[in-house]
């Protein structure tokens, strides 16, 4: 079998961290072999007008939040009343219902430059907690859900045996969530193999709230033991802080110090309220840092000590783990636009960081060799319309903080179009995808 060799040239491309002019990428089947800039374009090269920038990274993602886009904002409550709406759709769910909605949330992505997506993904038992006759049926729905919008997607496979930090048990609608021993997620997770085209498998800790100390070093050594990436959420909200230090003495951050979940394979997702020990611990373990700042706000979560992240050594990524937004340029700039709000100054991370934290930040947390548009890298990317009204008159090296999903033209993953002209290849009608998905789910 011959090895495709594709070629495309752009009058803009983001190359080593700058927008570089006449640039045109050569790959030979899913990897990029040469990346050129100055040159003019050959005969047979794709021809992109725009910008064109690497695969853009959605770090977090649970993709059946989906369906509360636009229910769940009229009344008041918190992060804890909002997660009753979500209990409620996750209660709905099974394996066609659950692809059906990450078909259409991935094909949002899609559209909006995302390559790849890292889903941590825990509603993987039946309603009441029983096993699926295949127990990775929903984790499977999803894999393929991805492959059909043309996302790659890392299956972060969610460790949730309990409750609370007080050790009760899972609740009626929790039930679903849970393997009932790290063991036995260990054994489910460990049959999924290594992933296959397009899919790796990871792991995840719910939450210190979610799973005890022993558990969470289990797997914490199973991760690093296969290896693969692993992700937490970690501090989303001054409960999570108060339960844990009453009952254990420690922060989120420190328990999770302690039983070895921390280190630079290790993604920490929204990291919001730190003490300045907490910040540190991150930062000199390696502890990568997914920040989600459209839903941070969106549940009144907080802003996380962004800045104070990076500069003890974490790497950001971004995610938009509720889907309250799908648009990695919004939560970059949220970055920046958040702790100018909150120090009353600007330039804390200038449009090179945001955008890496959008691309190889995020490949990197996720596992994949990509993020970058450099030979041996995936090739994964995606091009921006400097000519749209949002772009018109921007200088292309600050494009971060003007583009919008809607600004992204075309989308190629593993060097195959996933998006041609602001059209999805395969879901032909993504807006109607999404309506019917919601459709079927007990939504507010
Ligand atoms: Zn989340």
Known sequence: VLTPIRSWHAELGWVAGAPAADVRLTAEGERLVRVETGVPRAEGDTRFRGLLLPGLVDAHSHAFHRALRGRTHAGGGDFWTWREAMYAVADALDPDRLRAVAVAAYAEMALAGVTAVGEFHYVHHRPGGRPYADPNAMGLALVDAAAEAGVRITLLDTCYLRGGVDGRPLDARQRRFGDGSAGAWAERVAALGDGGTGWRPGAAVH?????????????????????????????????????????????????AADCDVLGPSTTAVHATHLTAADVDLLGAT??????????????????????DLVAAGSPLCLGSDSHAVVDLFEEARAVELDERLRTGRRGHHDPAALLAAATASGAASLGWDAGELAPGRLADFCVVDLSSPRLAGADPAQVVFAATAADVTDVVQGGEPVVRDRQHVRVADVGAAIRAAVAALPVP
């Open 207 to 255: 939450s210190v709230r979610a799973v005890e100390p022993a558990a969470m070093a289990e797997v914490a050594a199973f991760a690093a033991a296969h290896p693969m990436p692993l992700h937490l959420h970690l501090s989303e909200q001054p409960a999570e802080n108060e339960d844990c230090l009453a009952a254990t003495g420690r922060t989120p951050a420190a328990l």
């Open 286 to 307: 390696g502890t990568a840092v997914c920040l989600c700042p459209t839903t941070e706000r969106d549940l009144a979560d907080g802003i996380g000590p962004a800045a």
